[in-house]
């Protein structure tokens, strides 16, 4: 059983808008900080942002403005907001859970299966 579903992604234009979702069991959304990671094809797998459960909220300096991270305690789900997108936001987006130690974010072995963002004209 999934434990963390993405949606939300698909072909959108430069500069346009998009928002991820990814629904989460309740087991693992109350424990864990959720975060985004994407990978582009031939580049590592790498972190876009993250949101603790009082909701802080931590980014990829490079991304800072033009995504959001946010989350629903109710719904057991966390968002990711992008907007002004470039061709090179073009990625799988990934939803994982972890935890922070110190200032430095710990992914654990809770993936969804990705979602596929195409930006182009």
């Known amino acids: 059983q999934a434990q963390l579903v993405e949606s939300g992604g698909g072909l959108v234009q430069p500069g346009g808008s998009l928002r991820l979702s990814c629904a989460a069991s309740?087991?693992?959304?109350?424990?864990?900080?959720m975060a985004w990671y994407r990978q582009a094809p031939g580049k590592n797998r790498e972190l876009v942002a993250a949101i603790t459960g009082g909701g802080k909220e931590n980014y990829a300096d490079s991304l800072k403005g033009r995504f959001t991270v946010s989350r629903d305690n109710a719904k057991n789900t966390v968002y990711l907001q992008m907007s002004s997108l470039k061709p090179e936001d073009t990625a799988v987006y990934y939803c994982?859970?972890?935890?922070?130690?110190?200032?430095?974010?710990?992914?654990?072995?809770?993936w969804g299966q990705g979602t596929q963002v195409t930006v182009s004209s």
């Open positions: 994982n859970a972890g935890q922070y130690w110190g200032s430095t974010y710990t992914p654990y072995n809770y």
């Open positions: 309740g087991s693992i959304f109350s424990a864990y900080v």
